[in-house]
């Protein structure tokens, strides 16, 4: 556990522990995904709640479906690819 500094996630200025070590095992664990043009930071103050209450929390940032980049919105790579990336998240999650 570190001392919380303000960096950029996403279009927003946050105040994150970067870099801090899990401890613990078996912790709960909340994957999040933004929605229509969002990014990582979207959802940013109930991923801190979340945290504080001793959950793990994920965000992504979709490729083709974010704040910088809507080239797979309204298309079937929109609905084909977001639910890829989550499970390559998750994967990564549980395997870590």
Same mark, same amino acid.
């Given at each position: 556990m570190g001392k919380p500094v303000s960096v950029s996630v996403g279009p927003f200025q946050?105040?994150? %522990?970067?870099? #801090?070590? %899990? #401890?613990?095992?078996r912790l709960p664990l909340v994957l999040i995904s933004h929605g229509t043009g969002g990014s990582?930071? *979207?959802h940013y103050d109930t991923a801190l709640a979340l945290a504080a209450e001793g959950f793990v929390v994920v965000a992504l940032t979709h490729t083709g479906d974010n704040y910088m980049d809507q *080239?797979? %919105?309204? $298309?079937?790579? $929109?609905?084909t690819d977001r639910p890829r990336q989550v499970n390559v998240?998750? #994967?990564?999650?549980? *395997?870590?």
């Open positions: 946050q105040m994150v %522990v970067h870099d #801090s070590v %899990v #401890s613990g095992n990582e930071g *979207s *080239s797979y %919105v309204g $298309n079937r790579m $929109n609905l998240v998750l #994967s990564y999650m549980l *395997s870590t």
